[in-house]
């Protein structure tokens, strides 16, 4: 067992010879903590937290009261093959969270980024991407596959279909559900999702400058209601851009999708 002399770990807490618990980290009560988990250094799980598979987990992050991290994933297909999760620093892992590792057939690897916080009742499924800075509001469910990029926020009790991407600085309004890709900065809602405009709000609290807000307004509209199918507006977008943040919406537009676009209008 290679535990830290400077770590905390209650007598109550089960730690296996085979994990790693690095400098200052606290193991609270009740804590199971499995063989091939590594803590680094501040990390605190508070009490009743289980943590098991090949599971890292960043400096400073802490995790809360019945969360259960790097169990196998919910997917019939998996067999037992070796797969991992990895965490960021500084990330807030609220109560009753879960959180799966990868499947082979999945690239094998679940992440999450930097300063990230998952509210009470959240779940990350196998071989979902998660960016950093991202929210997921209480009971947010995230599918297999998905990639969720940096700065996204998804509101409470959304459901997010699988290999569905969202882009980075999007927000998804309370009760939603998301079954194709969000286009970066965009503002979803309604039970079955729609793109009904910016998250102006969080470009404006992230000090993004007024005239590109102006040249996102504009590509929005062109996106909306321009000529051609929805990928031929982007191209367009692309050629005419001087935005940084407008060419990260074309970028996105035109990569690889596997659940099509939510365009505007579209439920």
């Known amino acids: 067992m290679a535990i830290d002399p400077s770590a905390t770990v209650h007598p109550s807490a089960v730690v296996d010879d085979a994990a790693t618990v690095g400098p ?13 988990v590594t803590l680094d250094a501040g990390v605190e799980l ?9 599971t890292a987990i960043g400096e400073d ?10 169990e196998i994933p919910q997917d019939k297909k ?28 999945g690239g094998g690897l679940t992440a999450i980024g930097d300063d990230c916080l998952l509210m009470a009742g959240c779940h990350v499924a196998h071989d979902a991407m998660i960016g950093n800075r991202v929210i ?4 947010a469910a995230i599918a297999g596959h998905c990639i969720i990029e940096d700065d996204v926020i998804v509101g409470g009790l959304c459901g997010v279909h699988q290999f569905v991407r969202i882009g980075q600085g999007a927000i998804i309004g309370a009760v939603t559900m998301v079954t194709n890709d969000v286009i970066p900065y965009g503002l979803v809602q309604a039970p079955r999702g729609e793109l009904s405009g910016l998250n102006l709000v969080g470009l404006k609290r ?19 209601q ?8 982007a191209r367009r977008l ?26 505007p209008g579209q439920g």
Do not use: W
């Open 78 to 105: 998996f067999q037992g093959e070796s797969t991992r999760l990895e965490i960021g620093k500084r990330c807030r892992i609220r109560e009753h969270v879960t959180v799966n590792t990868g499947t082979a057939g």
């Open 136 to 139: 997921l509001v209480n009971s």
């Open 24 to 36: 200052n980290c606290t193991i609270g009560p009740f804590c199971l903590v499995g063989a091939g």
């Open 206 to 224: 992230r000090g993004v400058a007024r005239a590109d807000i102006t040249a996102l307004r504009a590509a929005f509209q062109m996106l909306a």
């Open 238 to 263: 692309g050629s005419e851009s001087d935005s940084p943040y407008v060419d990260n919406i074309v970028e996105f537009v035109l990569g690889h999708s596997d659940r099509s676009y939510l365009t």
């Open 46 to 54: 508070t009490s009743h937290v289980v943590v098991k598979g090949d």
């Open 226 to 233: 321009g000529e051609g199918a929805f990928q031929d507006r």
């Open 61 to 70: 992050t802490q995790v809360y009261a019945f969360a259960v991290i790097g």
